[in-house]
């Protein structure tokens, strides 16, 4: 009995093996099964975005706005979705950008003037007011201030004790150069002799006319970094802006 049970095993070991050498030989594989998942396609939505580059003070054109497909849960707040507003591109048409748009931007409406004023008295935000200031070289660093840049406001009087030189106004923005608004200049650096349009508070805009009847007014440069509003801000309430009024020095944190 024992000899007949090692007899069979033998055999079908021997099967096995003969079996196995067959598949192997035949470069035959166990058919494997792959089960793919299917994409879940997302919902989508049309959203107005700008075609081309826009920039502060352009007009918009029906070619510089086009609707595209974005996905619904990631549409930007703010954005103006074809479901909402199928002739918004039409409305948008003629307006005026406040701020830079760049291409593939969704368009938002509070980023536009409707307006048939001024560009200038458009863009001003409530409360402020734009000045003229007279700059060359010397008094605006070169010629390399541009439009958007934020620079303090530096007054200097000649008596018969010499000149005495003072900050009357910090982190003021330039709107303007001579006519040339941010986003328009083509070059790095504008002719020197020019014109400078600040953005003041009426407060500020009496200090600067005062100023510039009795001295020189110059534009110190600032960096990137220091012209954060809430660090100069800061930085003002607790050490005070000086400046100038009816001649006299004053400090700005101690009114």
Sequence with gaps: MKFARIFVLAIAVAAGLVA?????????????????DREVEQPKSQVLVAKNDIQLGGKVSKDDLSWTNWPKDAIPLGSVT??????????????????PIFAGEPIRPERLINTDKGFMAAILPKGKRAIAVSVEAETSAGGFILPGDKVDLILTRKSD??????????????????????????????PTK???????????????????????ISL????????????????????????VKYGVTSQAGGQ
């Design 82 to 99: 074809k479901e909402l507003n199928s002739e918004a591109h039409k409305e948008f048409e003629g307006r005026i950008a406040r701020a």
């Design 20 to 36: 196995f050498r067959m598949v192997m030989m035949s470069g035959g594989t166990p058919e494997q099964v792959v089960v793919q």
């Design 161 to 190: 004790a010499g000149a005495r030189s003072e900050t009357i106004l910090e982190n003021i923005r330039v709107l303007a150069i001579d006519t040339t608004t941010a986003g328009e200049q083509k070059e790095k650096n504008l």
């Design 220 to 243: 110190a440069l600032r960096s990137a970094q220091d012209s954060a509003d809430d660090a100069v801000e800061e930085d003002n309430r607790r050490r005070g802006v000086s400046y």
């Design 194 to 216: 020019r014109t400078a349009t600040l953005e003041l508070t009426l407060g500020q805009s009496e200090i600067v006319a005062q100023s510039q009847q009795i001295g020189t």
